[in-house]
């Protein structure tokens, strides 16, 4: 199980690079990466009370079609803080290039 989650933040993170280099403006770049990083890559628990993760998109779509609503607000908060890792790494290496 540790290896599919590791290929599937992998293949997130390759996801999210390629939003990184496909925009030559500073700003999208940025925009772009963190937005794409923190879909990808947010997880939560799939039911509040157990020990299984999920990624937060896939549980936003459920709960908002088929499951009971837990509220949506509950993976909102790991969207947002991967959301906020991603325009923290992007920021880092748009200026790590910039010095260059």
């Known amino acids: ?46 039911n509040p009370g157990e020990s ?7 549980i936003f779509f459920l709960e ?3 499951l009971e609503g837990n509220g949506n607000y509950r993976v909102m908060r790991p969207l947002i803080l991967s959301i906020s890792l991603g325009v923290i790494i992007s920021t880092i290496m748009v200026f790590l290039k910039k010095n260059k």
Do not use: E, R
Request: glycine letters at 4%.
């Open 1 to 46: 199980m540790t290896f599919i989650w590791f290929a599937y933040f992998f293949v997130s993170l390759l996801i999210s690079f390629s939003f990184f280099k496909i925009f030559s403006k500073t700003f999208f770049k940025i925009l772009f990466f963190s937005l794409s990083f923190g879909i990808l890559t947010g997880v939560w628990f799939i």
């Open 52 to 58: 299984v993760f999920a990624p937060v998109i896939s």
């Open 64 to 66: 908002n079609t088929i």
